[in-house]
Protein backbone atom coordinates (compact mmCIF):
# COMPACT_ATOMS: atom_id res chain seq x y z
CA UNK A 1 0.00 0.00 0.00
CA UNK A 2 0.98 3.37 -0.62
CA UNK A 3 2.52 5.84 1.79
CA UNK A 4 -0.03 8.23 1.88
CA UNK A 5 -3.10 5.85 3.20
CA UNK A 6 -5.51 7.92 5.25
CA UNK A 7 -7.95 5.12 6.28
CA UNK A 8 -5.38 2.75 8.70
CA UNK A 9 -7.04 0.64 11.33
CA UNK A 10 -4.61 2.91 13.51
CA UNK A 11 -6.35 5.77 12.45
CA UNK A 12 -9.78 4.47 12.70
CA UNK A 13 -9.44 2.90 16.19
CA UNK A 14 -8.54 7.11 17.21
CA UNK A 15 -11.53 7.88 16.00
CA UNK A 16 -13.65 9.38 19.63
CA UNK A 17 -17.16 8.95 20.06
CA UNK A 18 -19.79 9.89 22.49
CA UNK A 19 -21.14 7.53 25.09
CA UNK A 20 -23.47 9.54 27.10
CA UNK A 21 -25.12 13.33 26.64
CA UNK A 22 -26.76 15.55 29.57
CA UNK A 23 -28.57 18.44 28.98
CA UNK A 24 -28.36 20.63 32.34
CA UNK A 25 -31.20 21.23 34.75
CA UNK A 26 -31.19 24.65 33.33
CA UNK A 27 -30.72 23.90 29.64
CA UNK A 28 -28.06 26.20 29.42
CA UNK A 29 -25.15 23.66 29.30
CA UNK A 30 -24.65 20.31 28.12
CA UNK A 31 -22.62 17.58 29.65
CA UNK A 32 -21.16 14.69 27.54
CA UNK A 33 -19.11 11.37 27.76
CA UNK A 34 -15.88 11.37 24.80
CA UNK A 35 -14.85 7.77 24.49
CA UNK A 36 -11.28 7.67 22.98
CA UNK A 37 -8.47 4.44 23.03
CA UNK A 38 -5.57 4.94 25.67
CA UNK A 39 -2.65 2.67 23.80
CA UNK A 40 0.71 2.92 26.21
CA UNK A 41 3.45 -0.34 26.51
CA UNK A 42 1.34 -1.86 29.10
CA UNK A 43 -2.25 -0.32 28.32
CA UNK A 44 -5.11 -1.53 25.43
CA UNK A 45 -8.08 -0.31 26.69
CA UNK A 46 -10.61 2.78 25.88
CA UNK A 47 -11.39 5.61 28.42
CA UNK A 48 -13.73 8.30 28.33
CA UNK A 49 -13.24 11.80 29.86
CA UNK A 50 -16.22 14.41 30.53
CA UNK A 51 -16.69 17.37 29.13
CA UNK A 52 -19.08 20.54 28.97
CA UNK A 53 -20.30 23.08 26.70
CA UNK A 54 -21.94 25.67 26.70
CA UNK A 55 -26.08 24.60 24.61
CA UNK A 56 -25.44 28.30 23.10
CA UNK A 57 -22.31 27.08 21.11
CA UNK A 58 -18.26 27.82 22.25
CA UNK A 59 -15.31 25.87 23.08
CA UNK A 60 -15.63 22.56 25.03
CA UNK A 61 -13.90 22.36 28.51
CA UNK A 62 -12.97 19.21 29.20
CA UNK A 63 -13.25 18.28 33.13
CA UNK A 64 -11.36 14.97 33.69
CA UNK A 65 -7.83 13.57 32.98
CA UNK A 66 -5.94 10.83 33.41
CA UNK A 67 -5.21 6.97 32.33
CA UNK A 68 -9.09 6.35 34.44
CA UNK A 69 -12.65 5.65 32.49
CA UNK A 70 -15.41 8.05 33.74
CA UNK A 71 -19.16 7.55 32.81
CA UNK A 72 -22.29 7.80 33.56
CA UNK A 73 -21.90 12.05 34.72
CA UNK A 74 -25.42 12.90 35.54
CA UNK A 75 -26.26 16.61 36.89
CA UNK A 76 -27.63 17.25 40.75
CA UNK A 77 -30.50 19.22 40.33
CA UNK A 78 -29.47 22.54 41.11
CA UNK A 79 -26.93 22.13 38.38
CA UNK A 80 -24.05 23.08 41.07
CA UNK A 81 -21.97 19.77 40.91
CA UNK A 82 -21.75 16.57 38.62
CA UNK A 83 -21.83 12.44 39.68
CA UNK A 84 -20.13 10.17 37.84
CA UNK A 85 -18.87 6.68 37.89
CA UNK A 86 -14.73 5.79 37.42
CA UNK A 87 -12.46 3.65 38.75
CA UNK A 88 -9.91 5.87 40.33
CA UNK A 89 -9.62 3.90 43.13
CA UNK A 90 -8.75 0.32 41.89
CA UNK A 91 -10.15 -1.62 39.28
CA UNK A 92 -13.90 -1.19 40.01
CA UNK A 93 -16.24 1.92 39.19
CA UNK A 94 -17.61 4.05 41.86
CA UNK A 95 -19.46 7.35 42.45
CA UNK A 96 -17.31 10.67 42.21
CA UNK A 97 -18.61 14.18 42.48
CA UNK A 98 -16.68 17.35 40.70
CA UNK A 99 -18.65 20.86 41.11
CA UNK A 100 -19.71 22.21 37.37
CA UNK A 101 -17.63 25.14 37.48
CA UNK A 102 -14.38 22.98 38.34
CA UNK A 103 -12.12 21.20 40.83
CA UNK A 104 -10.85 18.49 42.19
CA UNK A 105 -13.62 15.59 42.78
CA UNK A 106 -13.79 13.49 45.37
CA UNK A 107 -14.73 10.41 45.79
CA UNK A 108 -18.97 9.59 47.41
CA UNK A 109 -18.67 5.74 47.38
CA UNK A 110 -16.50 2.77 47.96
CA UNK A 111 -18.32 -0.56 46.79
CA UNK A 112 -16.36 -3.47 46.65
CA UNK A 113 -17.64 -4.83 42.87
CA UNK A 114 -18.63 -1.51 41.55
CA UNK A 115 -21.36 0.47 40.99
CA UNK A 116 -23.76 -0.01 37.91
CA UNK A 117 -25.50 3.23 37.80
CA UNK A 118 -26.76 6.74 39.31
CA UNK A 119 -29.23 9.05 39.77
CA UNK A 120 -29.41 12.23 42.08
CA UNK A 121 -32.74 12.68 44.23
CA UNK A 122 -35.24 15.58 43.13
CA UNK A 123 -33.93 17.70 46.51
CA UNK A 124 -30.37 16.48 45.73
CA UNK A 125 -29.49 15.25 49.27
CA UNK A 126 -29.38 12.00 48.27
CA UNK A 127 -28.31 9.48 45.15
CA UNK A 128 -29.49 6.15 44.27
CA UNK A 129 -26.97 3.81 42.82
CA UNK A 130 -27.23 0.11 41.15
CA UNK A 131 -24.29 -1.93 42.81
CA UNK A 132 -23.68 -5.64 43.79
CA UNK A 133 -23.67 -6.29 47.81
CA UNK A 134 -19.63 -7.18 48.42
CA UNK A 135 -18.97 -10.67 49.33
CA UNK A 136 -19.64 -12.65 52.71
CA UNK A 137 -16.68 -13.13 55.17
CA UNK A 138 -17.71 -17.50 54.43
CA UNK A 139 -17.35 -16.46 50.34
CA UNK A 140 -14.01 -14.50 50.73
CA UNK A 141 -12.86 -17.46 52.56
CA UNK A 142 -13.83 -20.21 50.55
CA UNK A 143 -12.41 -18.22 47.55
CA UNK A 144 -8.84 -17.76 49.56
CA UNK A 145 -9.18 -21.81 50.36
CA UNK A 146 -9.87 -22.38 46.97
CA UNK A 147 -12.66 -24.21 47.75
CA UNK A 148 -15.31 -22.23 45.32
CA UNK A 149 -17.85 -23.49 43.20
CA UNK A 150 -20.51 -22.40 40.99
CA UNK A 151 -24.17 -24.09 41.05
CA UNK A 152 -24.67 -23.11 37.25
CA UNK A 153 -28.34 -21.87 37.28
CA UNK A 154 -28.33 -21.09 40.97
CA UNK A 155 -25.34 -18.97 42.35
CA UNK A 156 -25.53 -15.29 40.79
CA UNK A 157 -24.38 -12.04 41.96
CA UNK A 158 -27.52 -9.53 42.01
CA UNK A 159 -27.38 -5.62 41.70
CA UNK A 160 -29.66 -4.42 44.29
CA UNK A 161 -30.84 -0.62 44.58
CA UNK A 162 -29.09 1.26 47.47
CA UNK A 163 -29.16 5.01 48.69
CA UNK A 164 -27.01 7.40 50.21
CA UNK A 165 -26.15 10.93 51.13
CA UNK A 166 -24.81 13.30 49.00
CA UNK A 167 -21.74 14.82 51.25
CA UNK A 168 -18.97 17.33 50.50
CA UNK A 169 -15.74 16.67 49.84
CA UNK A 170 -14.48 17.14 53.33
CA UNK A 171 -16.99 15.56 55.18
CA UNK A 172 -16.38 11.24 55.66
CA UNK A 173 -17.56 8.97 52.95
CA UNK A 174 -21.27 8.01 53.47
CA UNK A 175 -22.62 4.42 53.87
CA UNK A 176 -25.02 3.26 51.29
CA UNK A 177 -27.97 0.87 52.29
CA UNK A 178 -29.91 -1.22 50.56
CA UNK A 179 -33.63 -1.03 49.09
CA UNK A 180 -34.12 -4.04 47.18
CA UNK A 181 -34.61 -7.58 47.95
CA UNK A 182 -31.67 -9.87 47.70
CA UNK A 183 -33.36 -12.02 45.36
CA UNK A 184 -34.00 -9.85 42.54
CA UNK A 185 -31.73 -8.23 40.22
CA UNK A 186 -32.36 -4.57 39.56
CA UNK A 187 -31.99 -2.78 35.98
CA UNK A 188 -33.09 0.44 36.35
CA UNK A 189 -34.49 2.93 38.08
CA UNK A 190 -35.90 6.09 38.72
CA UNK A 191 -36.69 8.98 41.88
CA UNK A 192 -40.32 9.76 42.21
CA UNK A 193 -41.32 12.87 42.11
CA UNK A 194 -41.71 13.93 46.10
CA UNK A 195 -38.39 12.05 46.91
CA UNK A 196 -40.40 9.15 48.79
CA UNK A 197 -40.02 6.44 46.73
CA UNK A 198 -38.50 5.21 43.32
CA UNK A 199 -39.67 3.41 40.97
CA UNK A 200 -36.78 0.43 39.32
CA UNK A 201 -37.23 -2.39 36.99
CA UNK A 202 -36.05 -5.76 38.17
CA UNK A 203 -35.49 -9.34 37.17
CA UNK A 204 -35.08 -12.63 39.16
CA UNK A 205 -31.14 -13.04 37.91
CA UNK A 206 -28.41 -11.32 36.01
CA UNK A 207 -28.67 -14.02 32.99
CA UNK A 208 -29.38 -12.49 30.10
CA UNK A 209 -32.27 -14.80 29.19
CA UNK A 210 -34.24 -13.82 32.17
CA UNK A 211 -34.90 -10.29 30.28
CA UNK A 212 -38.10 -11.35 29.40
CA UNK A 213 -39.37 -11.99 33.13
CA UNK A 214 -38.68 -7.97 33.71
CA UNK A 215 -41.07 -6.71 36.24
CA UNK A 216 -41.34 -2.72 37.57
CA UNK A 217 -41.69 -2.34 41.17
CA UNK A 218 -41.80 0.42 43.35
CA UNK A 219 -39.73 1.04 47.05
CA UNK A 220 -39.82 3.20 49.35
CA UNK A 221 -36.75 5.47 50.13
CA UNK A 222 -35.74 5.26 53.59
CA UNK A 223 -33.55 2.61 54.45
CA UNK A 224 -35.40 1.84 57.52
CA UNK A 225 -38.83 0.48 55.97
CA UNK A 226 -38.26 0.65 51.99
CA UNK A 227 -41.53 -2.04 51.60
CA UNK A 228 -40.33 -2.75 47.87
CA UNK A 229 -43.35 -4.06 46.19
CA UNK A 230 -44.02 -4.93 42.27
CA UNK A 231 -45.90 -3.26 39.96
CA UNK A 232 -46.69 -4.95 37.19
CA UNK A 233 -44.82 -7.12 34.25
CA UNK A 234 -42.96 -5.64 31.51
CA UNK A 235 -41.53 -8.51 29.79
CA UNK A 236 -39.04 -6.23 28.12
CA UNK A 237 -36.22 -4.35 28.92
CA UNK A 238 -36.91 -0.71 29.89
CA UNK A 239 -35.80 2.54 31.62
CA UNK A 240 -38.48 4.19 33.92
CA UNK A 241 -39.82 7.38 33.20
CA UNK A 242 -41.70 9.19 36.49
CA UNK A 243 -44.56 11.55 35.21
CA UNK A 244 -45.64 13.06 38.47
CA UNK A 245 -47.30 10.16 40.05
CA UNK A 246 -46.95 7.62 37.29
CA UNK A 247 -44.44 6.15 35.96
CA UNK A 248 -43.90 5.31 32.11
CA UNK A 249 -42.11 1.82 30.58
CA UNK A 250 -42.08 -0.20 27.66
CA UNK A 251 -44.04 -3.18 27.77
CA UNK A 252 -44.47 -5.99 25.00
CA UNK A 253 -47.55 -6.14 23.06
CA UNK A 254 -48.06 -9.80 22.81
CA UNK A 255 -45.60 -11.27 25.10
CA UNK A 256 -42.05 -11.94 25.41
CA UNK A 257 -40.38 -12.52 21.96
CA UNK A 258 -36.79 -11.75 20.78
CA UNK A 259 -38.02 -9.91 17.43
CA UNK A 260 -40.46 -7.74 19.87
CA UNK A 261 -43.14 -6.09 19.36
CA UNK A 262 -43.36 -2.95 22.35
CA UNK A 263 -44.94 0.17 23.36
CA UNK A 264 -44.84 2.72 25.95
CA UNK A 265 -47.01 1.95 28.71
CA UNK A 266 -48.26 3.82 32.00
CA UNK A 267 -48.16 2.61 35.30
CA UNK A 268 -50.08 3.46 38.90
CA UNK A 269 -47.27 2.55 41.31
CA UNK A 270 -50.26 1.14 43.09
CA UNK A 271 -51.11 -1.47 40.81
CA UNK A 272 -53.64 -2.24 38.15
CA UNK A 273 -53.84 -2.38 34.25
CA UNK A 274 -51.56 -0.04 32.57
CA UNK A 275 -52.51 2.12 30.17
CA UNK A 276 -51.17 1.07 26.49
CA UNK A 277 -49.53 4.37 24.50
CA UNK A 278 -49.49 4.07 21.19
CA UNK A 279 -47.54 1.87 19.11
CA UNK A 280 -44.54 3.13 17.62
CA UNK A 281 -44.11 2.57 13.52
CA UNK A 282 -41.35 0.08 13.97
CA UNK A 283 -42.64 -1.46 17.80
CA UNK A 284 -39.52 -0.53 19.92
CA UNK A 285 -38.92 2.49 21.17
CA UNK A 286 -36.65 3.34 23.54
CA UNK A 287 -38.23 5.40 26.19
CA UNK A 288 -36.22 9.10 27.01
CA UNK A 289 -38.43 11.41 28.85
CA UNK A 290 -41.24 13.27 29.72
CA UNK A 291 -42.32 16.58 29.47
CA UNK A 292 -42.47 19.15 31.72
CA UNK A 293 -46.39 19.35 31.88
CA UNK A 294 -46.22 15.39 32.29
CA UNK A 295 -48.66 15.22 29.06
CA UNK A 296 -46.06 13.11 26.75
CA UNK A 297 -43.58 10.95 27.04
CA UNK A 298 -40.67 11.43 24.35
CA UNK A 299 -39.10 7.94 22.64
CA UNK A 300 -36.41 7.28 20.19
CA UNK A 301 -36.47 4.90 17.57
CA UNK A 302 -34.27 3.50 14.34
CA UNK A 303 -36.82 4.40 11.08
CA UNK A 304 -34.90 2.63 8.24
CA UNK A 305 -31.38 4.07 8.11
CA UNK A 306 -32.33 6.65 10.04
CA UNK A 307 -33.79 7.67 13.56
CA UNK A 308 -36.98 9.41 14.41
CA UNK A 309 -38.18 10.90 17.78
CA UNK A 310 -41.68 10.78 19.30
CA UNK A 311 -44.11 12.37 21.23
CA UNK A 312 -46.53 10.10 22.76
CA UNK A 313 -50.22 11.92 24.56
CA UNK A 314 -50.61 10.59 28.04
CA UNK A 315 -54.41 11.18 27.59
CA UNK A 316 -54.96 10.09 24.29
CA UNK A 317 -52.52 7.51 23.65
CA UNK A 318 -51.77 9.14 20.34
CA UNK A 319 -48.20 9.51 18.90
CA UNK A 320 -46.53 12.59 16.81
CA UNK A 321 -43.58 12.58 14.66
CA UNK A 322 -41.58 15.29 16.33
CA UNK A 323 -37.82 14.93 14.30
CA UNK A 324 -37.05 12.80 11.20
CA UNK A 325 -35.01 12.85 8.55
CA UNK A 326 -31.84 14.11 10.56
CA UNK A 327 -29.54 11.15 9.93
CA UNK A 328 -29.02 8.75 12.56
CA UNK A 329 -29.49 10.17 16.18
CA UNK A 330 -27.34 8.35 19.44
CA UNK A 331 -27.09 10.04 22.76
CA UNK A 332 -30.07 12.29 22.69
CA UNK A 333 -31.33 13.35 25.98
CA UNK A 334 -33.98 15.70 27.05
CA UNK A 335 -34.69 17.67 30.67
CA UNK A 336 -37.98 18.19 29.40
CA UNK A 337 -38.86 21.76 28.96
CA UNK A 338 -35.46 22.97 27.35
CA UNK A 339 -35.40 20.96 23.99
CA UNK A 340 -32.78 18.06 23.38
CA UNK A 341 -29.30 17.47 23.14
CA UNK A 342 -27.91 14.54 21.07
CA UNK A 343 -25.71 13.22 18.55
CA UNK A 344 -26.22 13.71 15.07
CA UNK A 345 -24.34 12.28 12.00
CA UNK A 346 -24.82 10.66 8.39
CA UNK A 347 -22.71 8.24 6.21
CA UNK A 348 -20.67 11.11 4.99
CA UNK A 349 -21.43 14.14 7.74
CA UNK A 350 -19.32 13.51 10.86
CA UNK A 351 -21.45 13.03 13.95
CA UNK A 352 -22.36 16.52 15.98
CA UNK A 353 -23.04 17.34 19.32
CA UNK A 354 -26.48 19.07 18.66
CA UNK A 355 -29.31 20.84 20.13
CA UNK A 356 -32.95 20.60 18.84
CA UNK A 357 -36.36 22.25 19.90
CA UNK A 358 -39.48 20.52 18.72
CA UNK A 359 -40.70 22.78 15.77
CA UNK A 360 -37.20 23.43 14.71
CA UNK A 361 -36.72 21.72 11.16
CA UNK A 362 -33.10 20.56 12.06
CA UNK A 363 -30.90 19.98 15.15
CA UNK A 364 -28.49 22.49 15.63
CA UNK A 365 -24.75 21.87 15.50
CA UNK A 366 -22.39 22.55 18.70
CA UNK A 367 -19.39 20.79 18.52
CA UNK A 368 -18.00 18.45 15.26
CA UNK A 369 -16.28 15.36 17.30
CA UNK A 370 -13.82 14.71 14.55
CA UNK A 371 -10.42 16.10 15.99
CA UNK A 372 -9.63 19.16 13.45
CA UNK A 373 -6.81 16.91 11.66
CA UNK A 374 -9.29 14.56 10.64
CA UNK A 375 -9.51 14.03 6.83
CA UNK A 376 -13.65 14.67 6.71
CA UNK A 377 -12.85 15.32 2.87
CA UNK A 378 -11.68 12.03 2.12
CA UNK A 379 -14.66 9.95 3.23
CA UNK A 380 -15.89 7.68 0.83
CA UNK A 381 -19.19 7.92 -0.84
CA UNK A 382 -22.19 5.69 0.52
CA UNK A 383 -25.26 5.48 -1.82
CA UNK A 384 -28.72 3.89 -0.51
CA UNK A 385 -30.92 1.91 -2.36
CA UNK A 386 -33.82 -0.20 -2.50
CA UNK A 387 -34.40 -3.42 -4.07
CA UNK A 388 -37.75 -5.77 -4.36
CA UNK A 389 -37.73 -9.07 -2.89
CA UNK A 390 -38.57 -12.16 -5.24
CA UNK A 391 -42.03 -11.98 -2.50
CA UNK A 392 -42.47 -8.23 -2.08
CA UNK A 393 -40.74 -6.81 0.27
CA UNK A 394 -38.76 -3.84 -0.31
CA UNK A 395 -35.11 -3.82 0.86
CA UNK A 396 -33.45 -1.00 2.19
CA UNK A 397 -29.19 -1.44 0.89
CA UNK A 398 -26.41 1.01 1.49
CA UNK A 399 -22.82 0.69 -1.19
CA UNK A 400 -19.82 2.70 -0.26
CA UNK A 401 -17.91 3.26 -2.73
CA UNK A 402 -14.10 2.86 -3.77
CA UNK A 403 -12.33 6.01 -2.92
CA UNK A 404 -11.85 7.83 -6.46
CA UNK A 405 -14.44 5.40 -8.10
CA UNK A 406 -15.52 6.18 -11.85
CA UNK A 407 -18.91 4.96 -12.92
CA UNK A 408 -19.40 1.97 -14.97
CA UNK A 409 -15.65 0.26 -13.00
CA UNK A 410 -16.36 -3.41 -12.28
CA UNK A 411 -14.91 -3.45 -9.10
CA UNK A 412 -14.23 -6.21 -5.86
CA UNK A 413 -16.90 -5.85 -3.97
CA UNK A 414 -17.58 -7.38 -0.18
CA UNK A 415 -21.26 -7.79 1.30
CA UNK A 416 -21.45 -6.84 5.36
CA UNK A 417 -24.42 -8.68 7.21
CA UNK A 418 -25.25 -7.07 10.01
CA UNK A 419 -25.82 -8.98 13.55
CA UNK A 420 -28.93 -9.21 15.48
CA UNK A 421 -30.76 -10.67 13.20
CA UNK A 422 -33.33 -8.03 15.04
CA UNK A 423 -30.58 -5.08 14.43
CA UNK A 424 -29.59 -2.88 11.18
CA UNK A 425 -27.46 -0.79 9.24
CA UNK A 426 -27.78 2.84 9.25
CA UNK A 427 -26.60 6.15 8.51
CA UNK A 428 -23.42 6.22 10.84
CA UNK A 429 -20.32 8.35 9.67
CA UNK A 430 -17.95 6.25 7.39
CA UNK A 431 -15.06 8.13 8.38
CA UNK A 432 -15.42 6.80 12.10
CA UNK A 433 -14.53 2.94 13.30
CA UNK A 434 -17.24 0.81 12.28
CA UNK A 435 -16.60 -2.22 14.49
CA UNK A 436 -14.89 -4.38 14.08
CA UNK A 437 -14.95 -4.11 9.92
CA UNK A 438 -12.67 -1.04 8.69
CA UNK A 439 -15.33 -0.18 5.48
CA UNK A 440 -13.35 2.92 5.04
CA UNK A 441 -10.22 1.01 4.58
CA UNK A 442 -11.71 -1.36 2.29
CA UNK A 443 -13.21 1.54 -0.14
CA UNK A 444 -9.46 3.18 0.23
CA UNK A 445 -7.85 -0.08 -1.16
CA UNK A 446 -10.78 -0.29 -4.17
CA UNK A 447 -13.46 -2.48 -2.73
CA UNK A 448 -16.79 -1.71 -2.99
CA UNK A 449 -18.60 -2.51 0.27
CA UNK A 450 -22.05 -3.57 0.09
CA UNK A 451 -24.41 -3.21 3.58
CA UNK A 452 -28.16 -4.83 3.15
CA UNK A 453 -31.09 -4.50 5.89
CA UNK A 454 -32.86 -7.89 5.27
CA UNK A 455 -36.00 -9.71 6.67
CA UNK A 456 -35.68 -9.87 10.23
CA UNK A 457 -33.92 -6.31 10.73
CA UNK A 458 -35.51 -3.80 13.06
CA UNK A 459 -36.20 -0.12 11.33
CA UNK A 460 -39.26 -1.27 9.25
CA UNK A 461 -42.03 -2.80 11.23
CA UNK A 462 -43.35 -5.53 13.24
CA UNK A 463 -44.20 -7.86 10.17
CA UNK A 464 -40.78 -7.27 8.14
CA UNK A 465 -38.94 -8.23 11.78
CA UNK A 466 -40.60 -11.40 12.06
CA UNK A 467 -40.32 -12.15 8.38
CA UNK A 468 -38.02 -14.59 9.03
CA UNK A 469 -39.24 -16.69 12.12
CA UNK A 470 -38.20 -20.54 11.25
CA UNK A 471 -36.77 -19.49 7.72
CA UNK A 472 -32.97 -18.23 9.05
CA UNK A 473 -31.11 -18.19 5.83
CA UNK A 474 -33.83 -18.79 3.49
CA UNK A 475 -35.51 -15.41 2.39
CA UNK A 476 -32.96 -13.12 4.19
CA UNK A 477 -30.23 -14.61 1.99
CA UNK A 478 -32.44 -14.18 -0.93
CA UNK A 479 -32.81 -10.41 0.09
CA UNK A 480 -28.92 -9.82 0.41
CA UNK A 481 -28.30 -11.54 -2.72
CA UNK A 482 -30.98 -9.56 -4.63
CA UNK A 483 -29.13 -6.17 -3.86
CA UNK A 484 -25.98 -7.80 -4.83
CA UNK A 485 -27.11 -8.88 -8.00
CA UNK A 486 -28.21 -5.20 -8.82
CA UNK A 487 -24.75 -3.82 -7.83
CA UNK A 488 -23.77 -5.96 -10.66
CA UNK A 489 -26.17 -5.15 -13.20
CA UNK A 490 -25.07 -1.39 -12.59
CA UNK A 491 -21.65 -2.42 -13.40
CA UNK A 492 -20.67 -1.70 -9.63
CA UNK A 493 -19.57 -5.47 -8.38
CA UNK A 494 -17.26 -7.92 -10.32
CA UNK A 495 -18.87 -11.02 -9.85
CA UNK A 496 -15.26 -13.06 -10.42
CA UNK A 497 -14.37 -10.86 -7.18
CA UNK A 498 -16.96 -11.13 -4.33
CA UNK A 499 -16.32 -11.55 -0.70
CA UNK A 500 -18.49 -11.81 2.30
CA UNK A 501 -18.46 -11.25 6.10
CA UNK A 502 -20.68 -10.69 9.43
CA UNK A 503 -20.32 -10.59 12.79
CA UNK A 504 -22.59 -12.93 15.24
CA UNK A 505 -25.79 -13.41 13.16
CA UNK A 506 -23.81 -11.71 10.16
CA UNK A 507 -21.39 -14.64 10.84
CA UNK A 508 -24.61 -16.96 10.91
CA UNK A 509 -25.07 -15.66 7.38
CA UNK A 510 -21.56 -15.83 6.27
CA UNK A 511 -21.17 -19.61 6.81
CA UNK A 512 -24.32 -20.65 6.16
CA UNK A 513 -24.28 -18.97 3.06
CA UNK A 514 -20.74 -20.07 1.21
CA UNK A 515 -22.54 -23.70 1.87
CA UNK A 516 -25.36 -22.75 -0.42
CA UNK A 517 -23.29 -20.79 -2.94
CA UNK A 518 -20.03 -20.80 -4.19
CA UNK A 519 -20.11 -17.22 -5.98
CA UNK A 520 -18.03 -15.52 -3.22
CA UNK A 521 -14.44 -15.95 -4.02
CA UNK A 522 -13.46 -15.28 0.16
CA UNK A 523 -15.35 -15.16 3.45
CA UNK A 524 -14.70 -13.68 6.98
CA UNK A 525 -16.56 -15.55 9.86
CA UNK A 526 -17.34 -13.25 13.32
CA UNK A 527 -18.00 -14.55 16.31
CA UNK A 528 -20.49 -17.02 13.92
CA UNK A 529 -23.42 -19.32 14.92
CA UNK A 530 -22.43 -22.54 12.57
CA UNK A 531 -24.18 -25.28 14.90
CA UNK A 532 -27.64 -23.99 15.80
CA UNK A 533 -28.31 -27.40 18.03
CA UNK A 534 -24.83 -26.64 20.17
CA UNK A 535 -24.88 -22.65 20.30
CA UNK A 536 -28.56 -23.74 22.05
CA UNK A 537 -27.40 -25.31 24.42
CA UNK A 538 -23.65 -23.50 24.96
CA UNK A 539 -24.64 -20.13 24.54
CA UNK A 540 -26.17 -17.75 27.48
CA UNK A 541 -29.57 -17.39 25.59
CA UNK A 542 -30.74 -20.74 25.49
CA UNK A 543 -34.15 -19.29 24.85
CA UNK A 544 -32.88 -17.28 21.79
CA UNK A 545 -33.20 -19.83 18.66
CA UNK A 546 -36.13 -21.48 20.38
CA UNK A 547 -38.25 -18.24 19.70
CA UNK A 548 -37.09 -17.86 16.40
CA UNK A 549 -37.59 -21.19 15.59
CA UNK A 550 -41.10 -21.86 17.28
CA UNK A 551 -39.64 -25.28 18.44
CA UNK A 552 -37.13 -26.51 21.24
CA UNK A 553 -34.16 -28.74 19.36
CA UNK A 554 -35.12 -31.80 20.33
CA UNK A 555 -38.94 -31.08 19.70
CA UNK A 556 -37.87 -29.88 15.83
CA UNK A 557 -34.43 -30.85 15.18
CA UNK A 558 -34.78 -30.65 11.73
CA UNK A 559 -35.26 -26.99 11.48
CA UNK A 560 -32.16 -26.70 13.46
CA UNK A 561 -30.10 -29.53 11.09
CA UNK A 562 -31.34 -27.92 7.96
CA UNK A 563 -30.27 -24.44 8.83
CA UNK A 564 -26.76 -25.12 10.23
CA UNK A 565 -23.53 -24.64 8.19
CA UNK A 566 -21.80 -27.23 9.83
CA UNK A 567 -24.53 -30.07 8.41
CA UNK A 568 -23.77 -28.68 5.25
CA UNK A 569 -20.18 -28.21 5.67
CA UNK A 570 -19.24 -30.48 2.34
CA UNK A 571 -20.34 -27.98 0.12
CA UNK A 572 -17.95 -25.42 1.41
CA UNK A 573 -14.87 -24.21 -1.32
CA UNK A 574 -14.67 -20.50 -0.57
CA UNK A 575 -11.32 -19.63 1.57
CA UNK A 576 -12.56 -18.57 5.13
CA UNK A 577 -10.95 -16.87 7.59
CA UNK A 578 -12.76 -17.17 11.45
CA UNK A 579 -12.65 -14.86 14.18
CA UNK A 580 -13.74 -14.85 17.37
CA UNK A 581 -12.97 -14.07 20.74
CA UNK A 582 -12.09 -16.86 23.59
CA UNK A 583 -14.33 -15.19 26.35
CA UNK A 584 -17.42 -15.16 24.34
CA UNK A 585 -20.17 -16.45 26.16
CA UNK A 586 -22.97 -15.15 23.58
CA UNK A 587 -21.49 -17.06 20.86
CA UNK A 588 -19.68 -19.52 22.46
CA UNK A 589 -15.80 -20.27 20.64
CA UNK A 590 -16.78 -23.96 19.89
CA UNK A 591 -18.95 -22.59 17.58
CA UNK A 592 -15.78 -21.15 15.44
CA UNK A 593 -13.82 -24.41 16.12
CA UNK A 594 -16.43 -26.49 14.80
CA UNK A 595 -16.56 -25.04 10.92
CA UNK A 596 -12.95 -24.32 11.30
CA UNK A 597 -12.05 -28.63 12.07
CA UNK A 598 -14.58 -28.95 9.25
CA UNK A 599 -12.92 -27.01 6.63
CA UNK A 600 -9.58 -27.59 7.42
CA UNK A 601 -10.53 -31.37 7.35
CA UNK A 602 -12.09 -31.05 4.12
CA UNK A 603 -8.76 -28.89 2.61
CA UNK A 604 -10.65 -25.75 2.05
CA UNK A 605 -8.22 -22.68 2.67
CA UNK A 606 -9.09 -21.59 6.26
CA UNK A 607 -7.58 -19.91 9.02
CA UNK A 608 -9.09 -18.98 12.63
CA UNK A 609 -7.37 -16.12 15.02
CA UNK A 610 -8.83 -16.49 18.48
CA UNK A 611 -8.04 -13.42 20.66
CA UNK A 612 -7.55 -14.03 24.59
CA UNK A 613 -9.91 -11.85 26.83
CA UNK A 614 -12.45 -10.68 24.59
CA UNK A 615 -16.30 -11.55 24.67
CA UNK A 616 -19.07 -11.38 21.86
CA UNK A 617 -17.91 -7.36 21.39
CA UNK A 618 -14.28 -6.78 21.82
CA UNK A 619 -13.03 -4.13 24.32
CA UNK A 620 -9.41 -3.67 23.73
CA UNK A 621 -8.37 -1.27 20.77
CA UNK A 622 -5.35 -3.33 19.91
CA UNK A 623 -7.36 -6.73 19.43
CA UNK A 624 -9.70 -5.15 17.30
CA UNK A 625 -7.10 -3.17 14.85
CA UNK A 626 -5.38 -6.52 14.74
CA UNK A 627 -8.88 -8.08 13.80
CA UNK A 628 -9.49 -5.23 10.75
CA UNK A 629 -6.05 -5.91 9.99
CA UNK A 630 -6.20 -9.69 9.19
CA UNK A 631 -9.77 -9.04 7.75
CA UNK A 632 -7.94 -6.51 4.87
CA UNK A 633 -4.97 -8.79 4.52
CA UNK A 634 -7.50 -12.06 3.92
CA UNK A 635 -9.94 -9.88 1.46
CA UNK A 636 -6.32 -9.04 -0.60
CA UNK A 637 -4.84 -12.28 -0.81
CA UNK A 638 -8.23 -14.10 -1.98
CA UNK A 639 -10.31 -11.10 -4.23
CA UNK A 640 -8.02 -8.10 -4.17
CA UNK A 641 -5.79 -8.88 -7.81
CA UNK A 642 -5.12 -5.64 -9.02
CA UNK A 643 -6.35 -3.23 -5.71
CA UNK A 644 -3.46 -0.45 -5.35
Known sequence: MAADVVWTPERLIAFPSVTDVQLSPDGEWILYALREPLLTDAESRFVSHLYLVSAGGGEPRRLTY??????????????????????????????????????????????????????????????????VAPDSEERKADLKAKRDVVRWGVDHERAGLWVLPFTPGDAPRPEAQRLTPDDQHVYTMAWMADGESLAYTHQPTPVADDWGHTCLAMVGSDPERPEARDVGPLEASSPCVVLGDRVACRTAVEGVSWAARDRISVFSPEGGEPTPLAETPDSQPFLLDASADGRHVYALEVLGTGSAIYALDIDCGASRTILEGAGYLSSVHTNGRDGFALIAQRSEEPPRLCTWRPGQDAPTPLVTLTPADWPDSQVPHTEAFRVRSDDGWDVDALVTYPVGYREGQACPTIVMVHGGPASLFTEIYMGGVVVPYPIAAFAERGYAVLRVNPRGSSGYGEAFRRANIRDWGGGDLRDILAALDTLIARGVADPDRLGIMGWSYGGYMTSWTITQTDRFRAASVGAGVTNLMSFNGTADIPGFLPDYMRAEFWDDPRVYQ????????????????????????????????????????????????????????????????????????????????GVS
Not at 76 to 102: M, Q, T, Y
Request: glycine share 8%; charged share 25%.
Open 66 to 131: GPHDHACPRWSPDGAHIAFLSEREGDKKNVHVLRADGGEAWPLTAMEKGVQSLAWSPDGARLAIIA
Open 562 to 641: ERSAMFAAQAVTTPTLIQHGRDDVRVPLSQGLEFYNALKRRGVPVEMDIYPRQGHGFQEPRAIMDLMERNLEWFDRWIGD
